[in-house]
């Protein structure tokens, strides 16, 4: 009995640790994949608005390949901040409320830096100012969609199960979690109910009143599957 359970005990504890260390690449990759959709949204954008205002406004070649540079340098401007901050988590991607507020904010910084880099190097006479306009509002523009468009197909995976969305674990009294899932609904925030733990009623709860009462506020969060 004693080894059963022992040899029942360890493979729940290698299980676990293999659903984290899957739920830890599925994070590290969904990062990647964020920032490689802001990179792609600026770079495009870059190269497209380039290529328009030369071919239409001024009749000319436009030059690949310094609208490429252009939006390389600002692209990099954005990741690195955003990376720093962990701005690519998937929590981030849960909600878009936030989202314009911070990509305009970085967007300004980055567009600024990017002007005084092409001012010290001595290349910001090669492009116009009209290009430089139309690149700050449609990169932002760009920047914006992209993001919009990842939150929601977070929000969609994470709601059929499959994006790396959180787990939780619910423990209180049953009118306590009844109460919370309807209030706060965490199915529809991307997080997934992993098990519900119902404290006893009564006099022999007191001791756990404490921690019934703090369901509500909070809950702990478990691996991802």
């Known amino acids: 009995m004693a080894t059963e ?21 599925s994070r ?11 990179a792609a949204a600026i770079v495009v954008s870059a190269l497209a608005i380039g290529w328009a205002y030369h071919l239409l406004a001024l009749g000319a070649e436009p030059p690949t ?3 490429l540079r252009i939006g ?8 690195i901040p955003n990376a720093l901050r962990n701005e690519y988590q998937i929590g981030t991607y849960l909600d878009f409320s ?7 904010q970085l967007w300004n910084v980055a567009i600024v830096a990017a002007l005084v880099l092409g001012f010290l190097t001595k290349t ?8 430089m306009i139309l690149f700050y509002a449609g990169g932002l523009l760009s920047l914006v969609s992209v993001r919009y468009l990842l939150v929601r197909l977070t929000q969609i995976g994470a709601k059929t199960g499959t994006s790396p969305a959180r787990r939780i674990f619910l423990v209180g009294f049953e009118q306590d979690v009844m109460a919370f899932a309807s209030r706060h609904q965490p199915w529809n925030l991307g997080m997934e109910i992993a098990g519900v733990a119902i ?8 001791a ?5 009462a703090a369901v509500p506020h909070s809950v702990q969060e478990e691996a991802l599957a």
Do not use: K
């Not at 756990?208 to 019934?212: D, G, Y």
């Open 5 to 25: 359970l022992g040899r029942t005990t360890g493979s729940l504890a290698f299980e676990g640790a293999s659903r984290r260390s899957r739920a830890a690449r």
């Open 28 to 38: 590290a990759f969904f990062a990647i994949w964020a920032a490689l959709a802001d």
């Open 65 to 67: 390949d310094l609208w």
């Open 72 to 79: 390389s340098v600002v692209a990099l401007l954005v990741l």
């Open 98 to 104: 936030g989202h314009i507020r911070r990509s305009f």
């Open 124 to 131: 910001s006479e090669t492009f116009s100012r009209g290009t």
């Open 199 to 206: 404290l006893p009623e009564g006099d022999q709860a007191e």
């Open 208 to 212: 756990s009143q404490p921690l019934a």
